[in-house]
């Protein structure tokens, strides 16, 4: 079985741009969640989605949104782009998210650049 | 919401065990505490996850402690694809999310 695919593997944007980077779940999976990993730190967690519901936010701006389709993939997006957005994203699919035993399974992420 | 404290690098030679620490004195009852690790900027692997128990699996052993304050993930026998940086996590935004800290490198050497 495929494991967390997440699109495109590399991006290079400039301040100021847009970008939207995709991720499918493991088949089966219906929740996603994103995290942002900057050079040096452990994954910080941006959203999770359930059912095409946001069901948690972390510490981000509103220039940060996503959003899940009936085929349960997610896209991130962010706006307003800054240096500091420059990071490893990524995609983490799980059964039903939440608490306990439900363990999350993390994609290869998408590398972005802000010039 | 648990905080994870973590030794920031620690070597191990091949074919011994690596045991790595972790600290998790504010974590709740019922929050679990899972190990991930990951290699040159992958994403994170999952290795195990336990709550009170002692667990293992194919991959290693999950220690926790009585008063579940602290854990060791080992490695029973390492070799030098287990180098990586490890993390030991527990759960935010209730049970949503994993939070991660800086996580222990690990270096395993010939």
């Known amino acids: 079985d495929a494991g967390v695919t997440q699109s495109p593997t590399h991006l290079i944007k400039t301040r100021g741009q847009h970008v939207t980077l995709r991720c499918s779940p493991i088949s089966g999976h219906k929740s996603v969640s994103w995290y942002q990993q900057v050079l040096g730190q452990g994954p910080q967690f941006i959203f999770q989605?359930?059912?095409?519901?946001?069901?948690g936010r972390g510490n981000f701006p509103d220039r940060f949104s996503a959003r899940q389709f009936p085929n349960y993939s997610s896209e991130l997006n962010v706006n307003a782009l800054l240096l500091g957005d420059s990071a490893l994203y990524l995609c983490?699919?799980?059964?039903?998210?939440?608490?306990?035993?439900?363990?999350?399974?993390f994609g290869p992420g998408t590398r972005l650049t802000v010039l | 919401d648990a905080k994870t404290t973590q030794p920031p690098s620690m070597d191990c030679a091949e074919g011994r065990a690596a045991n790595l620490p972790c600290n998790h004195s504010t974590i709740s009852g019922n929050e679990y505490v899972y190990w991930y690790r990951q290699i040159h900027s992958q994403g994170p692997q999952y290795i195990i996850h336990g709550l009170k128990n002692n667990e293992t699996n194919e991959m290693a052993s999950l220690i926790i402690t009585e008063d579940r304050k602290s854990s060791t993930l080992i490695l029973p026998h390492a070799t030098l694809r287990d180098t990586a940086v490890y993390y030991c996590t527990g759960e935010v935004f209730s049970g949503y999310a994993l939070n991660f800290g800086k996580g222990t490198s690990l270096l395993v050497t010939p």
């Open positions: 989605y359930y059912e095409k519901e946001e069901r």
């Open positions: 983490a699919s799980s059964l039903v998210g939440g608490a306990g035993t439900d363990t999350q399974y």
